[in-house]
């Protein structure tokens, strides 16, 4: 017995009509019947009471066709559901970020993968820079969303955002009193950063904004993810130059100012070359569109 002939049987039982259910099938009336008669054959059952005026099913045939249906519509919706995830509608996609993802690009462009995919499964971890290499070479995450620095061959690389650094400031700084600051504005502050090998593309922009200033900032406290930077410039123990985005934390006892001549921070899609999970295919689609619009940034209180 096949699956052909299970929905031979099925239509069959739907329509009790041999001619109508041959013309359904899009095959003539004998071949039907010949079907239908090897079925009862195999089964050992009778499944229609045929007369020359009407078809009926059996006790038997109606337990057949109540059972048969479920096996078609299985197979029905394994058939979909493979097709969806050979297209990139159906499956799981892993995302690992960075923190400072978390405040800009990664909410509205996850929002707008699942709105175009919701039957698809995302997966998000948050991970540190330096991390994320080896966790898109082995397979861990399929994406990942965090500022470019140099990848080893194999890892893609693709710009979705760009927002300037803005200045944080104790809130009872003589600068937060000022609508905009310079970027010399902060020479001689203590800073807070993190260390190079945790963000090295960030730490680079922040270091290099500082020098394009005539001045080395002193580094006075370092720390790995961006929202602790700001707690601790809340707390009076220094300034820093952050993406403007982390202005979304509002955090009592921090002021987020622009600064004048700052420089520009990208982040992007990285991912591995040889992944082949059509999710992903479907996630860089979803990316290109959210890169060709504005990339939303935080406003800035004056």
Not at 38 to 52: I, P
Request: with cysteine.
């Amino acid at each position: 017995m096949d699956f052909r002939q299970l929905r031979y049987f099925v239509t069959l039982a739907e329509t009790l009509h041999f001619g109508r259910a041959a013309a359904l099938l899009h095959i003539s009336q004998p071949p039907l019947s010949r079907q239908i008669a090897a079925m009862e054959e195999e089964l050992g059952v009778a499944l229609l009471k045929r007369s020359t005026r009407l078809v009926e099913l059996t006790a038997a045939g109606r337990h057949f066709h109540e059972q048969a249906s479920r096996v078609i519509a299985a197979l029905d919706a394994a058939v979909r559901s493979t097709q969806a995830i050979e297209r990139g509608e159906l499956g799981v996609l892993r995302v690992g970020f960075t923190m400072s993802a978390a405040w800009s690009v990664l909410p509205p462009l996850i929002r707008q993968y699942s709105d175009a995919y919701p039957q698809a499964e995302v997966q998000l971890s948050e991970v540190l820079p330096r991390e994320l290499n080896d966790a898109l070479i082995s397979g861990a995450v399929d994406a990942g969303i965090a500022f470019p620095w140099q990848r080893p061959p194999g890892l893609e690389y693709m710009a979705v955002h760009a927002e300037p650094l803005c200045a944080v400031v104790p809130s009872a700084h003589r600068l937060a009193q000022l609508p905009e600051i310079a970027v010399s504005d902060l020479a001689g502050e203590p800073f807070i950063t993190f260390p190079a090998t945790t963000a090295p593309a960030l730490h680079e922009l922040v270091i290099g904004c500082c020098r394009d200033h005539g001045f080395e900032p002193q580094i006075r406290l370092e720390t790995h993810l961006q929202q602790t930077i700001v707690n601790l410039v809340a707390e009076g123990l220094g300034v820093s130059l952050v993406p403007q985005s982390m202005a979304r934390m509002r955090l009592a006892g921090a002021e987020f100012r622009e600064v004048a001549g700052a420089r520009i921070v990208e982040q992007g899609i990285i991912w591995a070359a040889g992944n082949d999970n059509p999710c992903l295919a479907r996630f860089l689609a979803c990316a290109r569109g959210f890169g060709a619009g504005a990339s939303p940034v935080a406003d800035l209180p004056r």
